[in-house]
């Protein structure tokens, strides 16, 4: 595959890792010769100094031969353009670009970008991905991290293991014996920072990271038996009124029952969002002073959310917030050092936008019927949703027979709507939503097992 990054920035510096690592021939374009510099030093990919937006810097990128084009710029109207001149000039299959103006995103506008007018194939928005991600950690606090798959049917939950956990030192094979109500099947394991698949005779340890995929239906019940339950959080304080923090209010206001207080800096943007919220209580004021937070009622508040645009403030400000009474911190992390550090001094979860725009991407950038991807720990993992076809080498013989690429274990198999466990004797057929969990250096094989063959047609 050939692909054209725009933008070598914190995103596109990812993606183009990420495809690298896969093998795949990769130009990055950014007006920054000292970004191109490092990312042709440290990456094996090809650098180009420039606009993506112009035709020429494109085509000196290769998008005579290039497969797609994924422009994730800071500037919405550089990728737009990058985009339209991708088709109009070179004709490039897929065009991916990252749009963050919520402007652009706006339902009466949704056709603007179609094949007949701007034709950007796949649009990207961080902020309402992450202010999804922030919800969904608000609704399941005893999870540290949430992907659903097969339309919400089935979940994948991260859980840390505590010392009162049942199913410690327990083979895994065992644990839907000895405990039939957990309806779940253990993917991956990260033991002190190593990540390895789980396999029946493992036995998980505390403090393990573990990643569980289960049905909906079956998420709390879950939770609660591995001793994770946490009640979700009815008072809750945001940090931030840009983007991310007001649809996170906005979102929480839907949910209903939810005392909602959000702090921000500019008293301007503090005034046009209280205008948009119907139930938030805005205060014009900086989250790390005490007072503020007092005054938003941070030692009754069970959750504080903290989405300002710099790192270093949402660290402090979740820090004293904590120490001013708050039961639990979630903060918004773009530098990827900052994670460990945030844990460290005891904040619960950590929001991560570089690998949640990342892992929407290599969903489109998959072969194969892929449907969703999840990239985990650092890329070190997938959660992978795929379609199996009769030309699969994995339909019509049970799993034991299956010969599965070493470092994959398939979670659930959701068949017309109804959830299945897979065990040694279970088919899969064609049609079958197979929710698996890939090493980094099987994801190649786990494409090919999902990819039309010309006798499919």
């Not at 919405?76 to 109009?88: F, G, K, L, R």
């Not at 950590?350 to 991807?373: A, C, M, Y």
Request: charged share 25%.
């Amino acid at each position: 595959m050939r692909a054209i990054v725009c933008g070598a920035g914190r995103v596109g510096y990812g993606i183009a890792q990420r495809l690298a690592q896969e093998k795949a021939n990769v130009t990055v374009i950014d007006r920054s010769a000292k970004l191109i510099q490092q990312v042709s030093e440290r990456l094996d990919v090809r650098g180009v100094v420039g606009s993506g937006s112009y035709p020429d810097v494109l085509g000196e990128a290769g998008a005579q031969e290039a497969d797609m084009v994924i422009a994730v710029t800071a500037s919405d109207e550089v990728n737009i353009v990058s985009c339209q001149i991708a088709h109009s000039l070179f004709s490039i299959p897929t065009k991916i670009a990252r749009i963050r103006a919520q402007s652009y995103l706006e339902t009466q506008y949704a056709d603007v970008f179609s094949r007949d007018n701007i034709p950007i194939d796949v649009i990207i928005s961080p902020e309402r991905e992450v202010a999804d991600a922030v919800l969904q950690r608000l609704t399941t606090p005893g999870a540290f991290d949430i992907k659903s798959f097969s339309d919400g049917r089935v979940w994948a939950l991260g859980l840390r293991l505590g010392e009162d956990c049942p199913i410690l030192e327990t083979p895994i094979d065992q644990v839907r014996e000895l405990f039939p109500d957990l309806m779940m099947t253990v993917v991956a394991v990260d033991r002190g920072g190593s990540l390895f698949c789980a396999s029946g005779d493992d036995q998980l340890q505390a403090g393990d990271s573990v990643y569980i995929v289960c049905a909906r239906d079956n998420v709390d019940r879950v939770i609660s038996i591995l001793g994770q339950e946490e009640s979700q959080a009815r008072r809750v304080i945001i940090i931030g009124g840009g983007n991310i923090g007001f649809d996170v209010a906005r979102n929480l206001e839907r949910l209903g029952q939810v005392k909602i207080r959000l702090i921000e800096r500019e008293q301007e943007r503090a005034s046009q969002i209280a205008d948009r919220l119907s139930r938030t209580i805005v205060l014009q004021g900086d989250g790390l002073d005490r007072e503020i937070l007092r005054e938003a009622g941070v030692s009754n508040a069970e959750t504080v959310v903290s989405v300002t645009n710099s790192d270093q403030t949402n660290l402090l400000a979740s820090i004293v917030a904590k120490r001013e009474g708050a039961r639990r911190a979630n903060i918004l992390i773009n530098e990827a050092a900052y994670g460990p550090l945030a844990h460290s001094v005891g904040i619960d979860r950590v929001i991560d936008p570089r690998s949640i725009t990342i892992s929407t991407i290599l969903q489109h950038v998959r072969r194969g019927r892929i449907k969703s991807v999840y990239s985990v720990f650092e890329g070190q993992g997938e959660l992978i949703e795929a379609v199996a076809l009769e030309t699969s080498n994995l339909v019509g013989i049970p799993l034991r027979e299956a010969a599965l690429p070493r470092g994959v274990v398939i979670g659930a198999i959701e068949r017309a709507a109804k959830i299945l466990l897979p065990d040694p004797t279970t088919v899969i057929q064609p049609g079958d939503r197979v929710i698996l969990f890939a090493m980094r250096d099987t994801v190649a094989a786990v494409e090919k097992m999902f990819r039309v063959g010309i006798e499919y047609f």
